[in-house]
Each structure stands twice: as C-alpha cells, then as structure tokens.
C-alpha cells in the first residue's frame, strides 16, 4: 500500500483553513487553533512550511516543537534558529513574524503549562519521550 502524500494532505488541509477563516471543520485536527509558519531552511536556505497548534501569551502565538511526542525535534525548530524571521498565516491573514525558542527554565514552563491548559491532548506527549519539548514564541510585526 502506498504512503500518502504529506505535501498533498498538508495542501488540503491549508486549503481547508483557507476556505474557512483559518477554521479547520473536518478530520482529526478539525476545531484545534492553526496557523501555517513559513521558513527558512537552516541548511538548504529554501522555504518550509510547518502546521502548528497554537495559544495566544500575551498577544503572541505560543507553538511547542512535540512533533507529535516523537523523540527527534522537528526541523522546523532548526530552522527559526538559524533563521528566525518567518511569516505566519492565521485566519487568512498573513504577517512577518520573528521566532524565539524557549528551550528551557521558569518561562519554558510556564509556556508548556499554559499549551497544555489550551490545548490538552499535549500533556499526553511527555510519556511519549524525555525529550524536552521547545516553546517557540512567534511575535507579529506590527504593521
């Protein structure tokens, strides 16, 4: 059985989000908060995309590097580091955007307590790995 595309699901899925204000209103992700990070490659210099799940700290959007409680840290975190100007897309609209990592310390926890408050299937994924997960905060440039 072939694998499916994930470029192909993660177009369908923006398109979703697109068609609805951000909102996504069918599958496994439909209801949770979404915004589309666009990035820079931290060694290809080419552009990425990244889905993420995200709660609001003090008019920033807060997203965790879980990769779903997997054990490796998603390139996307790689990237905002060597790179950390990124656009973001929420609700259709997009913005340039600047990435800090929280990898550690009272802040990182009190980010990680706060995505779980919001968001609670993340608690979830710290039995997962002991890894700890990164909080990246992305602040939108205020036009």
């Known amino acids: 059985m072939p694998n499916p595309d994930p470029t192909a699901w993660e177009d369908q899925l923006i398109a979703e989000m697109r068609a609805n204000d ?9 209801g ?12 290809s210099g080419k552009e990425h995309r990244a889905i993420l799940t995200w709660h609001k700290d003090a008019g ?7 990769a779903g ?16 100007q990124v656009t973001i897309e929420v ?36 039995s997962k790995t002991d890894r700890r997960f990164p909080m990246v905060r992305l602040t939108a440039k205020k036009a």
């Open 22 to 30: 951000g909102e996504v209103r069918n599958g496994p992700l439909a």
């Open 32 to 43: 949770h908060p979404l915004l589309v990070m666009t990035n820079t490659g931290a060694k």
């Open 60 to 66: 920033d959007y807060v997203v965790a590097g879980t």
């Open 69 to 84: 409680g997997s054990d490796i840290t998603p390139a996307w975190v790689h990237n905002v580091e060597a790179h950390p």
């Open 91 to 126: 609700g259709n609209r997009q913005s340039p955007a600047t990435a800090t990592i929280v990898p550690d310390g009272p802040e990182r926890d009190r980010l990680w307590d706060d995505h779980v408050k919001a968001l609670p299937w993340f608690g979830d994924y710290t």
